[in-house]
């Protein structure tokens, strides 16, 4: 079975600070690593995913999550936060085994503080 | 703009009553996929199909019902409709690449039970 724990249903940042958003995963296989963005009134928009590879992940906007096998943890980074980044993150995993199932984290609200 | 099309965007009814979203996958995907958001439950999966064919299927209530057609659009059916069932839902379809899995989300369709 799988699982996805994400830490912190809310996270604020001041702009131009660093964004961390963190993930954790449980997974009997080697996961699909996945994390989506929905801004207001929109629905999900995929940012980066991870299937196998390079472990640091960049995806669209600046954004860049890091695989860590040792941790079970997919953490979202970004440098330097802007005020469009305000939106609500989801992580995700999956799997080849079991493509078709994927299996949403509670998602974690992201506010920038002007 | 995922490719993905949902309609309507809102809905609005009363309890009892039957309403049918649709969706339309992007050009080439087979899988569609229909989650239900709301505050208390967040993103759960409800149903997938697969060219046609039901291929999985999540927490699905029996009053709700789905079918894929030939030309690959999906309908969502939700009958006897209760308070609880005001939520956004999603459509989304898929691609499948090198063993991996990636879905694309439509913009959703609010519905809102009074």
């Known amino acids: 079975a799988q699982s996805v724990t994400q830490l912190g249903s809310h996270v604020s940042v001041s702009e131009g600070a660093l964004v961390l958003l963190r993930c954790n995963y449980s997974s009997s296989v080697p996961p699909y690593l996945f994390w989506y963005v929905q801004y207001p009134n929109q629905g999900l928009q995929l940012l980066l995913k991870?299937?196998?590879?390079?472990?640091l992940v960049k995806g669209i906007n600046g954004f860049e999550a890091e695989f860590k096998k040792s941790e079970t943890s997919f953490h979202l980074t970004k440098p330097s936060a802007h005020m469009s980044d305000a939106a609500e993150y989801f992580c995700a995993v999956s799997s080849y085994s079991s493509a078709s199932k994927i299996i949403f984290g509670s998602g974690t609200r992201l506010s920038i503080r002007p | 703009d995922s490719g993905v099309t949902q309609t309507p965007k809102h809905l609005i009814t009363a309890t009892g009553q039957r309403v049918t979203l649709r969706c339309s996958p992007r050009s080439g995907d087979l899988s569609v996929y229909w989650y239900q958001q709301s505050l208390d439950q967040g993103l759960q999966f409800l149903i997938q199909?697969?060219?046609?064919?039901?291929?999985a299927k999540g927490n699905i209530l029996e009053r709700f019902s789905a079918q894929q057609f030939p030309d690959l659009h999906s309908e969502l059916n939700l009958s006897s409709l209760e308070l609880g069932d005001s939520a956004l839902y999603f459509c989304a379809s898929s691609s499948r690449s090198g063993g991996l899995e990636t879905q694309y989300f439509g913009p959703g369709t609010r519905l809102l039970v009074l």
């Open positions: 199909y697969y060219n046609g064919e039901e291929r």
């Open positions: 991870y299937t196998t590879g390079a472990t």
